[in-house]
Each structure stands twice: as C-alpha cells, then as structure tokens.
C-alpha cells in the first residue's frame, strides 16, 4: 500500500547545471540550480570542467534544497536521478551519488530519461498552469534535441519526427555565435528579435521529409550571408543585428511549426505542449499560444523555470514512477544516448 505522501529527492546533473528538488506526490517543495558561469570563456560547454563543478556542486545544492523544502533525508520515499542523455562525465556524478544516497538511506533508486523529464514537467502540481489529457502532441527542443512526441500516457511515448542533424537549441546558438553574440547566445537572439523587423531577411527553409527537421543546412546559409554582407560593409552586423536576430528567429520558428501543423493533421491531435530549453524563448511561446485561436489548438506551455534544465522535472518523472514500482537496483549505469 502506498504511503499518503511520498517524498522525492531528485538530482539533475545532464549537461552544466547541477540541481535538485524536493517533491510531496506531484507537487515541487524546492528547486535548486546551481549553474556554471567557467563555461561562457570557452563559447561552449567544456565537458571535463563541466564534470568538476558538479562534484564541487551537488553536496550543497542538495543541502539546500532540502533545508528549502523543509524536509529531512529520513523522510524521503526515493532518489530519482537523470540517467541520460548527457555528458557522460556530468552525468556520472549525479548518478553515482544518488546511487549512494539511496543506499545509505535505504530507499528505491529511480532512474529517468532527461528528455522524458522535459515532456512529463507538464504533470507538477503549479497554480495556474493545466495539464494535458492523453493523448498530445510534445515538441521537445533544446540545445542537443528537436522531436515531435506522440504521449499516449506516462510511459508510452512515441517519436514521430525528429532532427536528422543538428538540433534546434544549436541553429539559435550557432547563429548567435556567428553573429559575435556572447554564450550562450540564443537567450540574446530571442532578446534582439523582439526589437528587429523578422521579415527583414529571407532563409530558405529546408525541405525535410515527413515530420523530420534539419538545420545544419539552415545554419550554413546563415554563416555565408553573413560573410558575404561583412564583405561589403563591416558595419552591417552591427547596424542590422536586431532585424537579423527577428529575420532568424521567424525562420526557425516557421520550420517547427509547419511541422507541427502537419503532425496534427496527421495524427488528428489537437494538444499540444512544449519543452525543453528551446521552449523558453519568447517567440516560440507566443507563436504557440497564437495558434490556439489559428487553428484550434490547445496549447501547453510550462511555467519558466521548468523549461531549461532542473530537476523538478526529474522528480515529477520520479513520482510517477514510483506508482508504478519502476525501481533500479546499483547496477544501474548512466547513458550518455538513451531512447524512451
């Protein structure tokens, strides 16, 4: 018989954030990020740097987290830890320490699918936020994923379309770079779009089959416009960034819903919700809530903080769960690539 409350300690350590939660059932108590700035000298994420703060990290980021919650580590019901995908290195000191934690406190081990995370965060308990009825569409987009979800519930997922190169997350990124915009620079693509003109400049959308994406090509166009204006006039960056940033994003944006509209046409579902760290940028949103009234959607979006990494994520996925009894034993081995 289950306990009336159950308590989830979750750890989140995929990529360069370490977090942790606390959750009670499907409702989040604390939720700690601790992030590392060492990485925005590099433009990049530096894998073994990545690695070394998380063990300086995790102690008290799960401290906090549940002095935050008010909770004690005696009444914890499991540990839930993200098994992947991600960085190997990152990922292995998550899953080793909560490995080690649910031992010593004698507790079930839940492993869980990052990405898995992003779709179920639809699921915690926020005022003021709705949950998705099954089935619905998810598009998950980040920095190393762009799928489209079939959800028929909280274990049976279904990818219908995903990237067959780069990843969403990366075309923002890259282009931002290319613009000599500071890391991580989507945020500030998002940022400058808001002011520029997204009709300024016209990219050619890919022509990908089916419900697939791809943006290497996307990317590639960008990089050769920008060095042939450069040529002409070094200014022109400078002088035309916003409606860049606008005239970027509006492509983007345009390419996953064009998908999105055939996904719904082909699969008659209505719902739909998004994730992941993509899901963030403000454009993206609104476009999405617009299409509400365009054409009759139900739109799911998740509360902020829930889009870019975090462990409540983790733990709604963790409470889940542990209804089902879907336990781990220490055998269990973090995975860099992990389907569903």
Partial sequence: MLPKDIFILAIESSCDDTACAVLKNNKVLSNVVAGQKIHELYGGVVPELASRAHQQNIVPVIEVALKNANVSKNQLSAIAFTQGPGLMGSLLVGTSFAKSLAMALEIPLIAVNHMHAHILAHFIDEEGFNKPDFPFLALTISGGHTQIVKVNGF???????????????????????????????????????KEGNPKAFQFTKPKVPNLDFSFSGLKTQILYFIQKNVAKDPDFIEQNKVDICASIQHTIIEILMEKLKMAVSQTGITQIAIGGGVSANSGIRTTLKNAENLYGWKTFIPKFEYTTDNAAMIGIVGYQKYLHDKFEDATVTSKARIEF
Wanted: glycine fraction near 12%.
């Fill in 155 to 193: 274990f049976d997922l279904e990818i219908i379309g995903e990237t067959t190169d780069d990843a969403v997350g990366e075309a923002f990124d890259k282009s931002a770079k290319i613009l000599g915009l500071p890391y991580p620079g989507g945020p500030l693509v998002d940022k400058f779009a």
